[in-house]
């Protein structure tokens, strides 16, 4: 017996609620944040040579 299932796959991609660029930000600073903010998954830190 053979069973065919049809799938169907979407993607929801969200927009950051309210993006923002600080520059000259030390490493330190942004480790010190990242512990702050881990009880809180929902907010999102990317860092790039003194860019946050």
Known sequence: ???LTE???TK???KP???SLLIGI???TYQAL???LA???SKKL???QGSL
Do not use: A, K, S
Request: no cysteine.
């Open 12 to 14: 929801t991609l969200l």
């Open 39 to 41: 009880e809180n998954p």
């Open 34 to 36: 990242l512990l702050d």
């Open 1 to 3: 017996m053979i069973y």
């Open 26 to 28: 030390r490493w330190e």
């Open 46 to 48: 990317t860092y790039d």
């Open 7 to 9: 799938i169907t796959i």
């Open 17 to 19: 609620e309210n993006p």
